[in-house]
């Protein structure tokens, strides 16, 4: 798999660790004490994309929904964005195939 494939791919991942926290914090938004969670996230393996470094906790209970939402709305530019790399590469692998064959 190219390098570009894997970093999309290990974004993805990533991705959806921070969606699930975020999903998790908008279920819990009235429940009491409840402190929400974020996906940290650092440099993969080698410098090369992107892998979660860590769960954290917030330090005082409650949710912010408006944060919550922004964070959903940049998950889904960052989804889409790798998916679209993911997609872009494999057409190109299939047109470069075809005119191999």
């Known amino acids: 798999m190219s390098d570009g494939i894997s970093a999309s791919?290990?974004?993805?991942?990533?991705?959806?660790v921070s969606l699930q926290a975020t999903a998790n914090n908008i279920a819990n938004v009235s429940t009491e004490g409840f402190r929400s969670?974020?996906?940290?996230?650092?440099?993969?393996?080698?410098?090369?994309?992107?892998?979660?470094?860590?769960?954290?906790?917030?330090?005082s209970s409650g949710v912010d929904l408006p944060r919550e939402m922004v964070g959903l709305m940049q998950v889904d530019q960052a989804y889409t964005a790798n998916a679209s790399m993911i997609r872009t590469a494999d057409e190109t692998t299939g047109t470069v195939l075809n005119m191999i064959a």
């Open 37 to 59: 969670a974020r996906a940290d996230f650092s440099d993969g393996p080698g410098g090369q994309g992107v892998q979660v470094a860590s769960i954290s906790r917030a330090d």
């Open 9 to 16: 791919v290990q974004a993805l991942g990533a991705l959806d």
